[in-house]
C-alpha cells in the first residue's frame, strides 16, 4: 500500500530549538516538496528535491534547511532563525517526469511555545 | 504577488444544487491546472486536472473548466454532496522552458460547506 508518511501529526516545541519533520515515501517518486499552509493562506513552498543528494530553494526557505540521503526521505528542519514556525507542513512528491501532479502526505501541525 | 487567486474564501451550496469554485491567474507561462480538495488536518488530495490545450475536463461529478483568453478556471460540482464540504485549492503549473522541473503554485483556497 504504497503512499506518503509524516510523523508525527502533532508537534509542539519550545521557542528557540530546532525541530525535524519527518516524511517517507515509498512511490517510487524521485522528486519531493516541503509546503507549508497558514490559515486563508495557500501552500507555498518551502524547499524541493528532484533527486537523491540533491534539493532547491523554493519561496520561503529562510529559517529551514533539509537532505535528502535516501530517495525514500526528505526531511525538514525548522530551526529557531525561522521567525514564524507554528504552521500546518506538509510534504509531497511526484511521478518522475511528471512534476504537475504532487500527491501529498497527512501533514504535521507545529506549534511553536 | 500572488499569481493564482481564488477571491471566495467561502461558498456555501444546497445538497443536489451545483457548487462553482472560481480561480483566476496572472502568469500566462502556465500550462497545467490542477483542483485539490482538502480536509482539515489533513493533506491535499489531488481532484481533477486540465491541460491548456483544453477548455474543460470532465470527470463524474466534476467539470474543470479553463478561459485561457480570461485566465480563468472554475470547478463545477454537480450534484453538490455533503460530503464534498471540505476547503479546495486551485494550482497552476509552469515548465521551467525545456528543463523538466517545474513548480505548482497554489490559490487561498475555497471552503465549500454543502448544507443537507
Known amino acids: 500500500d504504497g503512499g506518503i508518511t509524516q510523523s508525527p501529526k502533532y508537534l509542539f516545541r519550545k521557542e528557540g530549538q530546532n525541530v525535524t519533520l519527518s516524511c517517507e515515501q515509498n512511490l517510487n517518486h524521485d522528486a519531493m516538496y516541503w509546503y507549508r499552509q497558514d490559515p486563508g493562506q495557500g501552500l507555498r513552498l518551502i524547499y524541493y528535491s528532484q533527486i537523491v543528494n540533491d534539493f532547491q530553494k523554493g519561496d520561503i526557505a529562510e529559517g529551514y534547511s533539509v537532505s535528502r540521503e535516501k530517495k525514500e526521505s526528505f526531511p525538514l528542519t525548522v530551526t529557531s532563525a525561522q521567525k514564524n514556525p507554528t504552521a500546518f507542513y506538509l510534504c509531497?512528491?511526484?511521478?518522475?517526469?511528471?512534476?504537475?501532479?504532487?500527491?501529498f502526505g497527512p501533514g504535521t501541525r507545529l506549534t511553536v511555545l | 504577488d500572488q499569481q493564482v487567486k481564488q477571491n471566495s474564501p467561502s461558498l456555501s451550496v444546497q445538497e443536489g444544487r451545483i457548487s462553482i469554485l472560481n480561480c483566476d491567474y496572472t502568469n500566462s507561462m502556465f500550462d497545467y491546472f490542477l483542483w485539490y480538495k482538502k480536509y482539515p488536518a489533513e493533506g491535499p488530495t489531488f481532484l481533477i486536472s486540465i491541460s491548456s490545450i483544453k477548455d474543460k475536463n470532465e470527470d463524474g461529478r466534476f467539470t474543470v473548466f479553463l478561459n485561457k483568453s480570461a485566465k480563468h478556471l472554475s470547478l463545477h460540482i454537480v450534484p453538490s454532496q455533503p460530503g464534498d464540504s471540505a476547503v479546495y485549492f486551485c494550482?497552476?503549473?509552469?515548465?521551467?522552458?525545456?528543463?523538466?522541473?517545474?513548480?505548482?503554485?497554489f490559490g487561498q483556497g475555497t471552503i465549500l460547506t454543502v448544507h443537507p
Open positions: 509531497a512528491s511526484s511521478r518522475p517526469g511528471i512534476y504537475n501532479e504532487q500527491f
Open positions: 494550482a497552476a503549473f509552469a515548465n521551467a522552458g525545456g528543463t523538466s522541473y517545474g513548480k505548482l503554485t
